[in-house]
């Protein structure tokens, strides 16, 4: 089954072209007739990566505190599970780890 190649927007034709032969063809058309700038279309896409990219960096980043924040919790209750710890340390401890693991 063809994909309705005359009512796709230009951007949704530039990801469909490669999978419909159909919208390859429309794809060539409206280039040829001038209704697609190719160097527009490649500026959207070039700014499309660098959200993607920064988007990709901030989540990296929340990764590293995540694990930062789990390592310390986990420190804190190897802590606390040591019989040599006094017992109002221990209290102390086990709500360091959980507001690291809250956060």
């Known amino acids: 089954m063809s994909i309705p190649v005359n009512g796709l927007k230009d951007d949704e034709l530039l990801h ?3 999978l419909d032969p159909g919208a390859a063809v429309e794809l060539a058309r409206r280039f040829v007739n001038g ?10 896409m070039r700014e499309e990566i660098r959200m993607i990219e920064s988007s ?8 590293e505190n995540l694990s930062l924040f789990m390592s310390q919790a986990a420190e804190a209750i190897r802590r606390a599970m040591n ?5 109002g340390k221990v209290k102390d401890l086990l709500e360091t780890a959980l507001n690291k693991l809250e956060r």
């Open 56 to 63: 990709l960096d901030d989540k990296h980043e929340q990764v």
């Open 83 to 87: 019989p040599e710890t006094p017992q």
């Open 35 to 44: 209704s697609i700038d190719p160097g527009a279309e490649v500026e959207s």
């Open 16 to 18: 469909y072209a490669a």
